[in-house]
């Protein structure tokens, strides 16, 4: 998919552009994604070189995407990511850093970022991944999405406080459960749509009802949630 794509879905579904926010301390590179950001059709409503400049722009701002690179002067990117993510309603972080390591995948994620991609991604992929992140998909570079997923059930396995949740938990609908089913498993907002015969936008609607209803934050806590009660083992029917 090339950036006039993705501008021409954003014109398409009648919406108004994702505001984003570019955070990396490399001035060169942060202004070359701003404005490869900026020609696809997205809001750059900010940018940041530095830890407590971001947390300080976006708060001001509120963009609904946070492009974040993990290597900050003064305050860390992951720092960066638990202070915002929670805080500022509907804020999706999706991580570009030249890191492909596993301990920093893993520490952005468990810091509440929604993906993460290499700096070698090319310009339609980086589009590509901020249009996907803005509707709640986690996107990750290949071969670190099955990275994640294992660390889910690896956490998942650890003893935790799932028994104590499930006295009085809320009840799902048997839509919801699917969906959240579907997540753990690691599909996208898309693929579940076209599994279950149903709309991306209805998809979306399910996830944010059942995180309300969970009192969860973010996808990653959800895939957890699903995943400490084995959802991710259900066998498919579709």
């Known amino acids: 998919m090339t950036a006039q794509d993705g501008t021409a879905r954003q014109q398409r579904d009648g919406d108004a552009p994702v505001t984003v926010m570019v955070v990396d301390d490399h001035p060169m590179w942060r202004d070359a994604v701003a404005r490869d ?7 750059v409503v900010a940018t940041a070189g530095e830890g407590a400049q971001a947390v300080r722009r976006a708060r001001a701002t509120s963009p609904q995407v946070l492009v974040l690179d993990l290597n900050l002067p003064g305050l860390p990117g992951v720092q960066v990511c638990k202070e915002l993510v929670g805080t500022l309603p509907g804020l999706r972080v999706l991580v570009l850093s030249a890191s492909g390591e596993q301990a920093d995948v893993l520490e952005a ?39 994640v997923l294992g660390e889910y059930r690896r956490l998942a396995a650890e003893p935790g406080q799932a028994g104590a949740e499930e006295q009085g938990a809320p009840q799902l ?54 995943i400490e009660r084995g959802l991710d083992d259900v066998d498919d029917r579709a």
């Open 37 to 43: 950001l900026a020609e696809a059709g997205y809001d």
């Open 109 to 147: 994620v468990k810091s509440g970022a929604t993906g993460y991609l290499v700096k070698s991604a090319s310009t339609a992929e980086l589009v590509e991944a901020v249009r996907r992140t803005a509707v709640g998909d986690a996107v990750f570079t290949p071969g670190l999405a099955g990275l």
């Open 173 to 226: 609908t048997d839509r919801e459960t699917e969906v959240l089913r579907l997540v753990a498993k690691g599909l996208s907002y898309k693929q579940i749509a076209e599994r279950l015969v149903i709309s991306h936008r209805t998809v979306q609607n399910h996830v944010q009802n059942t995180l309300g209803k969970l009192q969860l934050h973010n996808r990653v806590e959800l895939v957890r949630y699903a």
